[in-house]
């Protein structure tokens, strides 16, 4: 049978058969051949208030003026000895954001130390 192609002309004959049937419509295919959507709904674009923005800038200045930027140096610097060795960076990444370093700051050490995938 697998000399004479048998199975393969029965895969070509069943394939083929299934795409007549779908395109005569006697086999439904919703959203193909059938019940598909010929208009485009495009959902309004969603836009965000630009003092919003400015609001969140003039938080995080706010709390980079009032933390104690000696220990954030610390922590940061514990992180970066974390990431360059072979210790678990999770206990430093916690500490760090226990005393305010912001996520860029604690990203810029990890991309610095790992790269960035492109």
């Known amino acids: 049978a697998i000399e004479e192609g048998f199975m393969?002309?029965?895969i070509t004959?069943?394939?083929y058969a299934y795409q007549q049937k779908v395109e005569?419509?006697?086999r439904i295919i919703v959203g193909v051949n059938a019940f598909s959507q010929t208009e485009q709904n495009q959902p309004p674009s969603f836009r965000i208030d630009d003092r919003i923005r400015q609001v969140?800038?003039?938080r995080l200045?706010?709390?980079?003026?009032?933390?104690?930027?000696?220990?954030?140096g610390a922590c940061l610097e514990k992180v970066r000895d974390h990431a360059a060795?072979?210790?678990n960076l999770m206990p430093a990444v916690i500490e760090a954001?226990?005393?305010?370093?912001?996520?860029?700051e604690i990203s810029d050490i990890?991309?610095?130390e790992f790269g960035e995938f492109k």
């Open 110 to 112: 990890l991309r610095a």
């Open 85 to 87: 060795g072979n210790l």
């Open 61 to 72: 200045a706010s709390l980079k003026k009032s933390r104690d930027s000696a220990r954030v």
């Open 24 to 26: 005569s419509g006697q």
């Open 8 to 10: 393969q002309n029965e």
């Open 56 to 58: 969140q800038v003039d």
């Open 13 to 15: 004959s069943s394939s």
């Open 97 to 104: 954001v226990e005393n305010f370093c912001t996520l860029g």
